[in-house]
């Protein structure tokens, strides 16, 4: 069963069009991933099914539902998450606290002065559980800022988790990350996405995390998807090696 489902998705700014009516299904449970040269449309592609950006035509089915027009925070309330590019954490906050602060939003709880949300029981053990799932509890108390680069990209992960998605958008999750730090956070990932039945959808520039973690690779270039198949089928494929290297 297809989880995501895009139909001639076209997006257009002005006069330029980013997104050339791509056609894209992603099945449940799989990992997938879009790659392409820079600018070819790979962010734009996520705003759009996201919702950042809403399309110009065409149609996106998410478990079954048209959600084309959708509101972002309304495609977040069907299972669909999301990450950035650039790390999209409060830095202020400790670990903890961001993580909580996300489940709150979800459970539609405010702060409050008089009854301290740390005090809720189900929250706490919601927020613990995230942490330690990300090998990030030993940092619960530490202020997000202050951690490594690695570790605040994956408390962004924790905060996508915190709403409990059946989708998760990635957008270069391993980006400025060292070898190791690269290879531990593709194992987390993998590892949390099985135990969770998570569909994966990221953007990524490391070939060999693409190689990795992806079930089918989607190939963008100057907006249009010139092609898509396994990891084998798209590195034999003489456009995908013309897009990249040139003739």
Known sequence: MAILELTDLQKSFGGVEALNYINMRIEDGEHCSVIGPNGAGKTTLFNAISGRFPASSGKIIFDGKDITRLPPYKRINRGMGRTFQITNIYPKLTAFENIQAAIIKKVNRGFSFFKPVRLNAQIRQETCDILKELELDERAGEIAGNMPYGDQRLLEVGIALANQP????????????????????????EKVSQERRMTLLLIEHDMDVVFAISHRIFVLHQGTLIAEGTPQEVS????????????
Do not use: H, W
């Open 166 to 189: 059946r989708l998760l958008l990635l957008d270069e999750p391993t980006a400025g990350m060292s070898p190791d730090e690269t290879r531990s956070t593709v194992e987390l990932i």
């Open 236 to 247: 034999e494929n003489k456009e995908v090696i013309s897009a990249y290297f040139g003739e």
